[in-house]
């Protein structure tokens, strides 16, 4: 059974840092691409960063609106995967969800305000 936990977010400042953890487990981790996800208020599911799976080399891409600021990581052995964000803005403010080919996990509230 696929489960994926998000136990991060938080109440941050603009330009803080945070990053956020997703925990896996039911899969073989390393094989799988894993992503990143967001929800804003009032706005529709929008994709941020992926890592492939071991056979992409786990390579990574990124959403226009957070590259350069953001950079998803993983953990095999942990079987996690990480989003670390920096300079942080207001607009960021939203539900974080990990995904892994059409599973999600509960998602985590990020806000960013001052």
């Known amino acids: 059974q696929v489960q994926l936990v998000e136990p991060g977010g938080g109440l941050v400042q603009p330009g803080d840092f945070l990053t956020l953890p997703c925990v896996a487990s039911g899969f073989t981790f390393s094989d799988y691409s894993m992503n990143w996800y967001r929800q804003a208020p009032g706005k529709e599911l929008e994709f941020v960063a992926v890592s492939g799976s071991r056979e992409s080399g786990h390579s990574t891409f990124y959403a226009e609106s957070v590259k350069g600021r953001f950079t998803i990581s993983r953990d095999n052995a942990k079987r996690t995967v990480y989003l670390h964000m920096s300079g942080l803005k207001p607009e960021d403010t939203a539900i974080y969800y990990c995904?892994?080919?059409?599973?999600y996990g509960q998602g985590t509230q990020v806000t960013v305000s001052s």
């Open positions: 995904n892994r080919n059409g599973f």
